[in-house]
């Protein structure tokens, strides 16, 4: 099949390439024109596990073509997908800025066999809503299908080669067939359901998630008050296929471009239609104070921080992306710059990014060696694998006090009781002193 994609962000250029890659011939459109000649070069601007090597090969295979004019792009295409950026708007709601002029530029193109498809993440209604800005322009009836998208960053190559299922939302049902076809040679459960259901679903979904996660930092804060271990806990809890294992690993709250800002605007949809949704609040509060978590723990330690060097270690918001959208080391960072800490940090990957936003409010080290060297304390921001592999008895050797606030739980018990002498303070498990 023949297929636009206009975006090339994370969501956009993850499922372009992976079109491309099961046979469709796609052509990613984007206004930046830097970005697109770098993609040209089979350089992926985002750093996400196995994308460059789909990129460069399906462009070596003639399957895929990045450009910045419109009409090479969707001249002659039979799906449009629009992946381009939904952030989050003043007032919690998503800003469709971007969506609605994807869609008035593409409304020239558009022939009454053309299928487009939303994969943006849109609040519900918002299908429609685009359906009737293209027919008042075109005076044509349009075909819309609404496929959110569910893949992680890191994993999102993974996550749409071999995705959990595939949710397909439209009031036509030739069109809905022609998407589930286009997706057919992955062979992944196709749910096909109203336009409005498919829209609720993605954030039904990480609201979910979210919530998930808020209330296993909750448990993991009480797990700490009775003297259990939330790891423990949470093992014992996803054996229930019920609840299942996964997101329920405690730590310093959820970040990254879509949680908070999908709970957020869920939120804003349940107000203005006149509903509360109290526990969507507690989530958002819940994740907000435990971003400060591991400042309050090392506040009661020291008593101040005034003057403490802290070594923060993992700057991005997850480990394999250099992503620092919400990332809980922004807020983590801040805070310790207001008690008076100085803060250097490691990363490996998303110090440049983190540099733009943070800037010299902190110190920036090369490796975790630098950053720990004589520090009166680390913090475990980040579970990356660098950091998880560590040999902790090397790590605390040059510190000035071998402290460590884990926010991730990166070691064991018995990697931790190798040290002679440490003092080491997870979430939601008890600390261990030697
Ligand atoms: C998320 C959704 O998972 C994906 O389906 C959606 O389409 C986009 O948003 P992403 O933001 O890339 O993906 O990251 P994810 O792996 O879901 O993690 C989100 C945040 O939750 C991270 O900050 C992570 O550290 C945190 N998290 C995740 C936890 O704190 N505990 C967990 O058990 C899992």
Redesign the pocket.
Known sequence: MKIAVLGTG??GLSTGVCLSQIGHQVTCLDINERKINQLRQGISPIYEPNLEELLTSNMAAGRLQFTTSQPEALADAEIIIIAVGTPQGDDGAADLTYLVQAAKEITSYITQETIIVIKS?VPVGTNAVVKKLIEDRTGTTVKMVSN?????????IE?TMKADRIIIGSENELAARKIEEMYQPLNVPVIVTSTKSAEMI?YA??AF??T??SY??EMANLCEAVGANVADVARGMGKDKRIGE??????????????PK?VKALLHTAEVNGVEFPLLKETIAINERQREWLVAKALKRFGHLSGKKIAMLGLA???E?D?MR???SIPISAALSKWGAEVIAYDPVATENAKKLLGDSIKYAGSIAEAVYEADAVFIV??WNEIKNQDLVEMIRNMKEPIIFDG?NCFSEDEIRACSAIEYYPIGKPSIII
Do not use: H, M, W
């Open positions: 994370y969501v993440t959110p998208e569910f893949l992680r960053q890191g994993s999102a996550d993605k979904s990480n998630l979210a998930k996660i296993i930092n996964a997101f329920l690993n405690a730590g310093i709250g959820y970040g990254g471009s879509c949680f999908d918001f997850k480990p992306t992503d919400e990332a809980p980040t579970e991730r």
